[in-house]
């Protein structure tokens, strides 16, 4: 968490120099777009008062739905503000004493990072982020033989890692191919067993971006 508060005051040094000393080339822009959504799970395998527990990942991909906004100092250096809809066909299975169930789950975040931009010629651009991302998962009722467990959810902030590359149409409309790392996407113990590790997710998006 240190780590997250020390890039939270980069970030908004970043935002006031940016406002210094921002020029003709400073803009707002917002965009969105679609892509494709990864959630890993991880797999357990345990003893709970003398019952074997085993999981399993199930579906690990999902289509995922971005929405975003940013303001650009210079060419080559902004901040951006953003959601991502990570889908909600998740699952994972688990077998307790032999009898199975599947945990259907859904993810979510919002995220806010710095960004670099180096132009290449020709409208082609690469593309840096670094930021925090505050990360939703929910998890849907899980029934065995009857017995039925609710859901729950967990929230968690993590660094946000992503690059891609850009293609501008013209200087208002650009075209975006991205990837994003969202680190852990749940608690340490998404299988509520005390040992089972975190969830971890990540997306390729393609989206349009205008800007004015």
């Not at 909600?88 to 993810?107: D, E, H």
């Not at 710095?114 to 998962?137: E, Q």
Request: proline share 2%; with cysteine; glycine share 14%.
């Amino acid at each position: 968490m240190r780590l997250i508060r020390r890039l939270s005051f980069s970030m908004a040094s970043i935002l006031v120099g940016g406002l210094i000393t921002s020029g003709a080339h400073a803009q707002f822009y917002v965009g969105g777009g679609i892509g494709q959504a990864h959630v890993s799970i991880p797999s357990l395998s345990t003893t709970i008062s003398g019952v074997p527990v085993t999981a399993s990942a199930g579906k690990t991909s999902d289509t995922s739905y971005k929405l975003y906004g940013g303001y650009q100092f210079t060419p080559n250096w902004g901040i951006e503000m953003g959601y991502n809809d990570l889908g909600n066909k998740y699952s994972g299975k688990i077998t307790v004493a032999g009898l199975s169930a599947t945990t259907p789950a859904k993810a979510d975040n919002w995220y806010v990072a710095a960004t670099g931009t180096l132009p290449l010629g020709n409208g082609f651009s690469l593309l840096g982020k670094l930021g925090v991302v505050r990360n939703h998962t929910a998890s849907g009722t899980t029934c065995v033989a009857g017995n039925c467990v609710s859901g729950s959810s967990d929230n968690r902030s993590q660094l946000l890692a992503g690059i891609g590359a850009q293609y501008s149409f013209t200087s208002n409309l650009a075209a975006r191919l991205e990837y994003e790392d969202y680190g852990r996407a749940s608690s340490d113990d998404v299988w509520g067993t005390g040992t089972s590790g975190a969830a971890r997710a990540n997306s390729w998006s393609l989206s349009l971006k205008y800007a004015f």
